[in-house]
């Protein structure tokens, strides 16, 4: 949600845009803060992006910006530019985000850049790493005490460190260089001189490795409340550490992925994507629900005896399938919700299915006698109340299921439990709430009626 600062912001941005007052916009952007500009540019067209960005100055602030904004933004900045100029740019940010950019652009621009940039031996080992690993998202730049230091030795190392990153807490590495402790500034400082680190560290720590998922790791840093994780290779050797503001990134940007995915709707924003890609993106999925109208339509159509016969059964349709079609959709979204976040595991799987369809079970039951009710009261015989409210409680407790099993099932299979859950579980639910409810209605109503 936007304070009504930023909304502000954004307001006199897009006004200046459009109006085309260039001297008065450079005045409001050189007196904003990064952080503010870039949330407000996240909310605009990219050809209006670029045009602010364009009058950010100075290569500090503008790396901050590029830094602030998600991907593909520093590659549309970037790639245009003259390798010079991108890397006075690039030289601005942490070597973990300059190895993101670079990985972003065009290669061969982002080779002749690597050229140019000076000690460019780290960030490109940096661009070995998957982007979506720790080694991908971890700094480098850190400072490691050694076990045989004393307290006083490693308050002097702390001195002559200059601007490393660093938190509330120092890793403690062997003559090898292997992670052997952790030690909490606060116990370092209170330490006597003359104590050794080995004697006062934590030895017990918890790390990840070069190759493990950035979800991974933010549901470590969520788990035990780390403000950073050490990242260590194969041999347990520290080689970088992955702190919290990385992780925040990683948290929202997983989160508005899925949320996209189960849309349908892509892995980018709207508002950041022209008409054609986004019908581009959209229209594969949206074929596929309409795959499953068909399919439904068809269902429907072997049940014209029992329309023409009870028409007043029409009426119900809408509900019964909007009503099964959200209860499905709730069922899905908290279950590939816990999958992301790592709730659920192999052996739990059968307990959230079972919990899943209780929880379908009593609302249909419920929804199902208030409707029932209705059809009960209004309908042309009671027979109709009694066919609808089973219809009502049976689909919903079915959408239930399908909404839980489905994304347990794609996960399973190494699939991305957001990608094609919303599209199999609305076709899913459309076309079995449609079999579900003439099947029980017809056959309760022929029944109750011949008795």
């Not at 954004?10 to 200046?16: A, C, E, F, W």
């Not at 400072?143 to 660093?166: F, P």
């Amino acid at each position: 949600m936007q304070t009504p600062k930023l909304r502000l912001l954004q307001d006199s941005v897009r006004r200046l845009l459009r109006r085309q007052g260039w001297e008065p916009l450079a005045r409001l952007v050189a007196k904003t803060r990064e952080e503010e500009l870039a949330a407000v540019l996240s909310t605009m067209a990219e050809e209006d992006q670029i045009a602010v960005f364009r009058l950010v100055s100075g290569n500090e602030r503008k790396a901050n910006v590029i830094v602030q904004m998600q991907a593909p933004f520093g590659k549309r900045v970037l790639d245009p530019m003259p390798p010079q100029q991108a890397a006075a740019i690039l030289r601005e940010m942490a070597p973990d985000d300059m190895a993101d950019i670079l990985a972003d652009l065009e290669p061969e621009h982002a080779q002749r850049i690597l050229e140019i940039l000076e000690g460019s031996e780290q960030v490109e080992s940096l661009m070995q790493y998957g982007d979506d690993t720790a080694g991908g998202i971890m700094l480098p730049d850190f400072l490691a005490l050694h076990a045989e230091d004393t307290a006083e030795e490693a308050i002097q190392k702390l001195r002559e460190s200059g601007d490393v990153e660093m938190v509330y807490y120092i890793y403690v590495a062997n003559e090898h260089g292997h992670l052997v402790g952790v030690i909490s500034l606060r116990k370092l400082v209170a330490a006597p001189p003359h104590m050794r680190v080995r004697e006062i560290m934590e030895p017990d720590v918890i790390s990840v490795t070069t190759d493990t998922d950035q979800e991974e790791v933010a549901r470590l840093v969520a788990r035990y409340g780390f403000l950073a994780v050490p990242v260590v290779d194969d041999s347990n050797r520290l080689v970088g550490i992955v702190t919290v503001d990385d992780v925040i990134d990683v948290l929202r940007e997983e989160a508005t992925e899925d949320m996209l995915k189960m849309a349908g709707a892509g892995t980018d924003l709207t508002e950041v994507q022209s008409v054609p890609k986004n019908v581009r993106i959209r229209f594969p999925w949206l074929l596929a629900s309409a795959g499953g109208g068909l399919v439904g339509a068809a269902v429907m159509g072997g049940f014209d005896e029992t329309l023409a016969a009870h028409h007043y059964l029409a009426f119900f349709l809408p509900i019964i399938l909007g009503m099964s079609g959200n209860v499905g959709t709730q069922s899905a979204t908290v279950t590939v919700r816990a999958i992301a976040m790592g709730h659920i595991g192999a052996e739990r799987n059968w307990d959230v299915v079972r919990k899943e369809v209780s929880i379908g079970l009593l609302m249909g039951a419920m929804y199902g006698l208030v409707v029932g009710g209705v059809a009960a009261i209004f309908g042309e015989t009671p027979a109709y109340g009694l066919a609808v409210g089973l219809a009502m409680g049976v689909g919903m407790t079915v959408a239930s299921c399908i909404g839980t099993t489905i994304p347990l099932v794609l996960s399973r299979l190494g699939i991305d439990p957001a990608v094609a859950t919303g599209p199999f579980v609305t076709t899913s639910v459309d076309i079995l709430g449609i079999l579900t409810y003439f099947t029980i209605a017809s056959t309760l109503v022929s029944w109750i009626i011949a008795q």
